[in-house]
């Protein structure tokens, strides 16, 4: 499959999971911060692109790139987790192909430039 071919069927993916118009899809846009998606919608999404694209989500910390559905306890803590374990990290729409590509999670630091 060619990179366009999964940048096409991805875009499909995030239009219809999180209702984004197809056009403000683009290999810099951020998952959490441009896209607004965050919690549950998160594991819907991967699962989505687990079953198209036989990705392996094994050893992705979701703590560390997104915010987990509001409750109590997330309202305490939320602020001490990130003091103790740093800011958010970010996820592109280009990693996130290369993790397509590649058929299993691995960290944008570990990809070797900055995507």
């Given amino acids: 499959m060619s990179f366009t071919d999964r940048f096409n ?6 239009s219809h999971e999180l ?10 846009t951020r998952l959490r911060e ?11 999404l991967f699962c989505k692109i687990a ?8 050893g ?7 915010h987990e559905e ?8 939320e602020s001490y987790y990130r003091k103790r374990h740093g800011a958010l990290k970010t ?4 990693h996130l192909l290369s993790v397509i590509e590649c058929g299993v999670w691995f960290e944008p630091s ?4 900055y995507i």
Wanted: charged share 15%; glycine share 6%.
């Fill in 9 to 14: 069927q991805l875009a499909v993916i995030l």
């Fill in 19 to 28: 209702g984004v118009q197809i056009k403000h899809i683009a290999l810099n």
């Fill in 34 to 44: 441009d896209l607004k998606i965050d919690g549950d919608d998160v594991d819907v």
């Fill in 51 to 58: 079953e198209q694209f036989g990705v392996d989500w094994q």
């Fill in 60 to 66: 992705f910390a979701f703590c560390c790139y997104f």
């Fill in 70 to 77: 509001p409750h109590l306890f997330f309202l305490l803590f």
């Fill in 91 to 94: 996820i592109t729409i280009s």
């Fill in 110 to 113: 570990q990809s070797g430039i």
